[in-house]
């Protein structure tokens, strides 16, 4: 299915692809079959712009050229996947810890491909825990205060954001309004960002299916 969607994905963006475009790399096992399955229009692309250090090094393995976000003004898709979609396409990220960059080049694009397996589609957020990055210093203080949000906090162990910080995964959390979590999540002093991508969603979504068909879903559905 993640290779369907991968697949499904690139023949999307390949009629649009130019000299000048510049593409957005999320992080994990689903980016990373999008990466293998772009290389092959690598030369048909300006660019691509790395979520994390390990995209960073799969996107050069396969010889495509990757540069920083603060060398463009502009960032044409960004694609990445999922730990769950409700039906706006308002996302969980953040399993693979790389949420804040994944959050910044998703910010930046003017479209976001978002690619998962069928299982990943839900009616209500939260049943995946909810990751958090925050500062080191604050990670009590931030577990407290999401405690009176509703959240069960539990620190990510043996784990570092690319960023040099920590993640909180909020279990038993109730996402009744995402923006409105999204939104208070991120006034805690410490919170560097957390994993709700509403404010932001999706443009698209490339679900596979089991069948290995692919559907698409488009946030003014």
């Known amino acids: 299915m993640k290779e369907a969607v991968a697949n499904a994905a690139v023949e999307f963006l390949v009629p649009q692809l130019s000299e000048n475009t510049i593409i957005g790399i999320g992080t994990g096992s689903t980016a990373n079959l999008f990466i293998a399955a772009l290389a092959k229009y690598?030369?048909?692309?300006?660019?691509?712009?790395?979520?994390?250090?390990?995209?960073?090094?799969?996107?050069?393995?396969?010889?495509?050229?990757?540069?920083?976000?603060?060398?463009?003004?502009?960032?044409?898709?960004?694609?990445?996947?999922a730990d769950e979609s409700n039906h706006q396409l308002q996302l969980i990220k953040g399993g693979g810890g790389a949420l804040t960059r994944e959050k910044i080049i998703a910010s930046a694009a003017k479209e976001f491909l978002c690619i998962a397996d069928e299982s990943k589609l839900v009616n209500q957020l939260g049943a995946f825990p909810l990751p958090i990055e925050v500062i080191p210093m604050a990670s009590n203080y931030v577990s407290r205060e999401i405690i009176k949000l509703g959240g069960n906090p539990i620190l990510r162990k043996n784990q570092k954001t690319d960023n040099g910080n920590v993640i909180l995964d909020i279990n038993d959390f109730v996402i009744e309004d995402p923006t409105s979590i999204e939104t208070a999540l991120n006034m805690i002093s410490g919170v560097v960002t957390n994993g709700l991508f509403s404010l932001r969603p999706a443009d698209k979504l490339f679900l596979g299916t089991a069948s290995g068909s692919v559907s698409e879903l488009h946030t003014k559905q």
């Open 42 to 81: 690598k030369n048909k692309i300006a660019a691509t712009v790395a979520s994390s250090f390990v995209s960073e090094e799969k996107l050069k393995a396969h010889q495509i050229n990757v540069i920083e976000l603060n060398e463009t003004t502009q960032v044409d898709f960004y694609i990445d996947g």
